[in-house]
């Protein structure tokens, strides 16, 4: 596999993950409020995704839907950050926190890139993700200092410098403000990713090769 | 023989299926139109890459393009190329009158939270800026919840990207 197409679905996974874990929250939410904005934001990223996979099923001559639903749990690229579930909300918010944090610092090199396409397509995404951060931003103002919040943080910080390959976890250290320590890598995966496959992939799974 | 002109023409009567009092083209989603022959090249780029409405739109296109006779081939340009600035003039007042607050200029900068929550965006009902932030997140991703203080009136703020 080419070092672009592998880049493409780290970052495809991740926000395929991402955008079912924050599906979790619509009707459950705190507020209606936050009902309606994680499942916005799971919508948001989940259409980021299909963007990936598209550009990526070009360069592997599969189709974004077979990356998606067809591979093994064991194949999937996605950072262990993404995976973890059912988190009470001082952790949702500090895993939204991080995970846009150290997303927009992929994006800004991905905007960077001579890879036209990956930078215009890094570049319309960064355009979306900028309301995640703003949303983000809010509640991080609203809980800094909380107890909570702050062990949350604290749990959460070595699954946050795994997003991000080793030369760009300073530059998260510094805006997170916390030190770099050893960080929990891609490649390991919890049961609750081959849960979450399970269910995503169920309704695909019971009829192989139906066109939907 | 279909003209570009007529292409057009025909692509500005496609409504957006979630905003329907704005078309594609005052949307300003339609980036380029090609005729080769009966064959007809449009491109577009979504306004947001999770749009539901992403298929239906396509379709919609391809649809118009046969009706001309012309043989379509629709892309979908994923790039940076759509800002809400794009969004025309005519688009920015259907939307205002039906009660969506248009998107405010992007310009050359990020909008920020402080702004979001600064009493500037105006109310598409009474027109005053004394209007807060309610959810930066609403039905569609493209628009923000706000609410009036002035004539007591909640309204969609289509976002600014």
Redesign the interface.
Known sequence: MSERAQRLLELADDELILGWRDSEWTGVAPSL?ED??F???A??????A??LY??AARDLETTADELAFDRDPSEYRSAPLVELRRMDWAHTIARHWLYETADEIRLESLKASEDA?VA??A???D??E??HR??A??WVGRLRGDERFETAVDDLWPYALGVLPEEQRGELAERIGRPVVDAVERGGHSDELRELWEEMTMVRRSVPGATW | MVTEAAVWDALAEIPDPEIPVISLVDLGVVRDVAVEGARVRVEFTPTFLGCPALEVMRDAMAEKVRELGGEPDVQVINDDSWSTDRISAEGREKLRESGFAPPAPRGESKPTLVQLQSAVFRCPYCGSTDTRLENIFGPTPCRSLRYCASCRQPFEQFKTI
């Not at chain 1, 919508?43 to 980021?48: A, M, Y």
């Open positions: 409020e309606v904005a499942s916005s934001i919508q948001n990223e989940i259409g980021h299909r963007a598209e550009l396409e215009g397509l570049a319309k995404m355009r979306e900028a309301y703003m949303h931003a809010m």
